[in-house]
């Protein structure tokens, strides 16, 4: 049976903090990963991840690619809880890894965020999305349309 579900994912990877000489703070990373089963037993296939990433392309270039610190549990962005901007999402060189760059804004989680990253404290990456699910037997939870 199919079910449509808000569809929340943590992706803990190593991310690359780069700060440059103005001040500006970036993450650089692995922001998801496709046709491997993740941290909650999901697999999103590849050609879905492509075809949204494809998408959200538009929203990087208009630079409203905007998130907030923390996980909510809605799919609309609260504007006051901004903490970053993407810069950029490319599928690697490595068939299904979508790397991803951040810029950390100067807002008041945004500044939330600098402190907790330059105190050493990791930060994960976490998206949010609408899709249908199917439960499988094995318990894995494959994601579809």
Request: overall charge negative.
């Amino acid at each position: 049976m199919k079910k449509v579900s808000l569809l929340q994912e943590v992706y803990m990877s190593k991310a690359e903090v780069l700060k440059e000489n103005n001040g500006d703070l970036f993450l650089m990373g692995v922001f998801m990963e496709g046709d491997i089963k993740n941290n909650n037993n999901r697999i999103y296939p590849n050609e879905i991840l492509s075809r949204e990433a494809e998408k959200f392309q538009e929203l990087i270039g208009q630079n409203r690619a905007i998130g907030e610190l923390d996980h909510p549990d809605e799919l609309t962005i609260n504007l006051e809880r901004v903490s970053h901007v993407i810069k950029s999402l490319k599928e690697s060189k490595s068939h299904g890894q979508w790397e991803g760059k951040l810029q950390i804004v100067d807002s008041p989680l945004g500044k939330v965020a600098r402190a907790l990253i330059e105190s050493g404290i990791p930060i994960a990456i976490s998206s949010r999305g609408v899709g249908s699910i199917t439960e499988n037997i094995d318990g894995n939870t494959e994601i579809g349309e």
